[in-house]
Every structure is written in structure tokens, then in C-alpha cells.
């Protein structure tokens, strides 16, 4: 895991994180049945920590280069609004995203593993990649996770965020409290 020295100062603005999803949410790759349909893998990790983030504020956004219905369904699945598939300039889509949401650059994660994302890795406050990404795309991030893409990689960058935000201990708080305690 790569933190730079400025990552923990830059997740305390995250507002929104744009995720990738082939090597990112999923391990990248595609499997096909005979019947010629789509197959693809998501870590429950990743959403239980889109579903903690949320409960704190924190919006999401998909920009992936691919279009697939299972893309969808699992985006509609955990409540991303802004689901942007088939995006060969992830840059325009970034920037589509960022007027939408009425934020700044510095307000934004953004997760990858390509070439093709170094563009907005560029761009955002905080520029995140999995472990597993190629190298040259990892010069680019402030944050590179110790968990590969469709392995938890998300969730860890999520975690990573919510504690520099000290948000934390408030969002977890119901999973350790003792029999008999009330929920917030």
C-alpha cells in the first residue's frame, strides 16, 4: 500500500468518489456463457462500504469505458445515481460529473487501474489506484491499496477515507454496541 504524505490532507474533502468498475470493482475479468451472457464478480465489501460512505454524505459515481447491463444493475443495486458507461474520454465524463455535483476537483476521489484513467487521476483531489493496477498508472495516485481490484480494493479506500474524516467510529458504532444497547 502506497499512502503519499498528502493522501490523509486530501481525504478529509472527499465529497464524492468516481469508481471504475473492470479491475477495479471487479477483478477485470469477463466471463461468457454459452448463451453468449455477461459475468462478473463483485466483492460485498466494496458495497457494504459504498452503503457505510453514503450513510455519511459521501455521494458515488461510475465512469467505466465498458457498457454492460450487470454494471447497472449493481450500480442501481447500492444507489449511485450516476452510472456513465461506454465513456472512451473518461476526462469529459469527469467533468460532466464534477458540474453536475457543483464540486471541485479537490472534493473528488477517484479509483483506477488503466492507462485510460490517468487522465482523471490527474484531476482529482484524490487520486487512488488498486494494487494490482500497472505501475505506470500507479506513479499517478496519492493512495494505492493493498487489495487487488474485485478483492475489497474499494471498500479499503472507503475505510481509509472515513477515518481520515473522522467518521468512522460514528458509522461503525452500531456493529459494537452490547446486546440489549439501542442503534442511533
Known amino acids: 500500500m502506497k499512502v503519499s504524505s498528502e493522501a490523509a490532507k486530501k481525504a478529509k474533502k472527499i465529497k464524492l468518489i ?3 468498475v473492470d ?3 471487479t477483478d477485470g475479468r469477463i466471463s461468457f456463457n454459452s448463451k453468449n451472457e455477461e459475468f462478473k464478480s463483485f466483492d460485498v465489501k ?3 462500504g459504498i452503503k457505510l460512505a453514503q450513510r455519511s454524505g459521501i455521494k458515488f459515481a461510475i465512469i467505466t469505458g465498458r457498457w454492460s447491463p450487470i454494471v447497472e444493475k449493481r450500480g442501481r443495486e447500492l444507489e449511485i445515481s450516476e452510472i456513465h458507461q461506454n465513456a472512451i474520454d473518461k476526462l469529459k465524463v469527469f467533468n460532466e460529473v464534477l458540474k453536475k455535483f457543483e464540486l471541485k476537483n479537490e472534493e473528488v476521489a477517484y479509483i483506477g487501474d488503466d492507462i485510460v484513467d490517468i487522465p482523471v487521476l490527474k484531476r482529482v483531489g484524490l ?3 488498486v ?3 500497472f505501475d505506470y498508472v500507479k506513479k499517478e495516485a496519492h493512495y494505492i491499496t493493498k487489495l487487488k481490484g474485485g478483492r475489497g480494493a474499494v471498500r479499503e479506500l472507503i475505510d481509509f477515507i472515513l477515518k481520515k474524516q473522522n467518521r468512522w467510529n460514528d458509522l461503525t458504532r452500531r456493529y459494537y454496541r452490547k446486546d440489549g ?3 442511533e
Open 127 to 129: 487520486a487512488a489506484t
Open 23 to 25: 479491475g477495479v470493482l
Open 181 to 183: 444497547e439501542e442503534i
Open 131 to 133: 494494487a494490482d493496477a
Open 18 to 20: 468516481i469508481l471504475d
Open 46 to 48: 466494496d458495497g457494504h
